[in-house]
């Protein structure tokens, strides 16, 4: 039985022999492995859903480049903060050598006001490049974490009409605000007709039956600059607070508008599973050493992603608050349940001390069992996690959090990191108190012991 | 049983002329030999010395229950000598497991000195002790003690397993004799539970043996046994006394059992009764 085998048989005996305590000790320790892990899994599925959002919805990219004080003055200045072509042929240079680096994509940003002849509305327009705007809506993350953002009617990208270069998508509340319902494709070529009266309700009942619009804007130059565009498609930011003003077309059609060559910020987007902290900071280092006058922001910047760092850190501390609870009556919980298992098993330390048996072989004994328990109620809670998670996202619950554009679902994602995590942190805080009392236990006098 | 060993049948044998086996280190009158109970003693030449295997000398101990003392042992001496079979008898709460304990070494006295085959257990380290118990010594107690979720034979099997120099064959021989010695080689694969009082307590004392230890210390072997049972377990241990020259120390309240044992030291508060 000293074998290592018969060593744990005996501990299973042990656990086995004691099932009805030790049932009622396991359960305590796998639910409050399941509160600790779902509470996990909710923050893994925020956290993936509102990084989705900011990195590709929003083209924030893993990493965004701007020109030295750009992101704070390129609206004010947007012909100083810009990014030119030869700054973007030297930073693609550089990039080359990041293997990591999935694509990039430019993107200028500008302001204006979008007007049917009846109603302004002041936007924010961002061009990007028609097929890099494909591949960020298609991309596989956003299919998986952000899939209601990209279904009907969000499906339509500017990437799949390369024959309407002045071709923009709106958002849904743009549409409504403006009274411009139809895309390209519910009327196709279809030009708004002059209207003098905008009182007139059969004018504006002209005006929303077609998808063409009026983009007004203050050119990087100084100029004022206009252009025509049609509406071939609706989108969603994911984010309330930019539902209102987002305006997405290609990148030369809203140059053309602004009369520049420039970009405002140039998006990396890094491969799956990088780590964007370590590229950031091998990145910068090479970016200062050899060019200088760029800023570089993760998209877990405040100031990239305001709502995503302001969403995480309020979830973090709530979490964080809520873990201490839960994970402190498991401490309790597991503490108690094992002191009164070795308590009741106290004449047996007594019997094998006396035949021999040091502390701490007796201990060592008595801690597989521990190590049994809390491995099988790890096991029974990462169960009894799966379970509920697939409950909970099948039931398809749909909720409107603060900040977030429509509605989010109520989605709890489980992953074995997630599940070892949780479970290592319960097995140590188990194991190393049932070492400490074990230790503490086996070694009192054994007649103390023997007396049970 | 080694070379220097010589069998003496026994047959109006006075154990007195046997030095070393009885009659030295008494401390009690009461002293008796048991008539009848072994047919065959086999007694190690080697014991047959004045050199006790057990000794104490001046041997105090003092329990503090909350503002009261109690004084479990008050100045005792004592000496067992190798192959010796001794009742340690005394009413409830005069000493007896004290008494065993502190020889066992899984108590320590306040004062005095202990010693097993002449060397000072007081000065040894846990570790020390621990090898001392499961090398020489072997426990019986009063309710058996079994590991309930170890068979018959892995319970018997449980002090050899710290013997890392015998081989899994060699440890189930060991076993396989000592259940045969208790008369329970049927019974290996039986759960303790499944066993009757004195079953569970010849299992108890095959784990005693089976390390062939040079002393048995067994407190209150048969108090919870029914009184047949209790004598079979007395007399089982006799043979065993006998027939493996192994010393047995046990404490008793119960007198019907002094006829069966070789020699008697009564406590009483602590001190042996004179």
Known sequence: MRDSTQRWSFALRNLIRHARRNLISGAAIAFGFTGLALMGAYLVRTDAYLAVVSVYLNQAGHVSIYKKDGLQKYLTYPGKYTLSPQDQLRLGHLLREFPEVEFTAGFLIGQGLLSTGCRDVPFLAKGIDDKKGLRIREHSLVKKWTPGLIAPPYDKSLGIYPNIGDGISITGQISQMMGKPKIWDDAPKAVSPVVTDCSDKAAKAKLAETADVQMVAKAFNGDFSAADAFIVAHHSTGLAFSEETSIFTNLSHLQKLFQTQDITYLAVFLKPDTSTSAFLDRFKQKLDAEVGGYDVYPFYNEKISPFYAGVMEFLTTMASFFFVLVLTTIIITIVSFLTVGFMERRREMGTLRSIGYTPRMIAGDFFRESTLLILLSTIGGTLICSLVVVIVNSLQIQFSPPGIANTMPFMLTLTPKLCFSVAALVGAIGLSSAWLKLRKLTGEPIVDLLRG | ?274
């Open chain 2, 1 to 274: 049983m080694s070379e220097s060993t010589k069998e003496i049948t026994e047959g109006g044998l006075t154990f007195p002329d046997l030095p070393g086996q009885f009659g030295a280190g008494v401390d009690s009158p009461d002293d008796q030999l048991s008539n009848g109970v072994a047919t065959t003693l086999r007694v190690a030449l080697g014991s047959m010395t004045d050199k006790p295997l057990v000794s104490l000398s001046d041997v105090r101990k003092t329990y503090r229950l909350g503002e009261t003392e109690v004084q479990a042992l008050r100045g005792v001496n004592l000496r067992v000598l190798p192959g010796e079979f001794t009742a340690i008898v005394g009413a409830s709460g005069s000493g007896k497991s004290t008494l065993l304990n502190i020889i066992g070494c899984i108590d320590i006295p306040d004062s005095g000195n202990v010693e097993f085959e002449g060397r000072s257990t007081l000065g040894l380290s846990e570790d020390e002790k621990s090898h001392l118990r499961n090398r020489s010594m072997g426990f019986v107690f009063q309710s058996f003690n079994l590991v309930p979720v170890l068979t018959v034979s892995e319970n018997i099997e449980l002090p050899l397993l710290l013997q890392k120099e015998l081989s899994p064959t060699q440890r189930a021989e060991r076993v396989l004799s000592a259940m045969s010695d208790v008369g329970l080689q049927d019974y290996a694969k039986q759960w303790p539970d499944k066993l009757s009082g004195g079953q569970r307590q010849r299992v108890a004392i095959a784990r005693a043996l089976v390390t062939s230890p040079r002393l048995v210390i067994a407190d209150e072997p048969t108090a919870n046994l029914d009184s047949a049972t209790a004598h079979r377990i007395v007399d089982l241990l006799a043979e065993l006394n006998a027939s493996r020259n192994v010393t047995f120390l046990f404490s008793t309240h119960d007198e019907k059992l002094m006829g069966r044992v070789k020699r008697i030291i009564r406590i009483q508060d602590g001190a042996f009764e004179t």
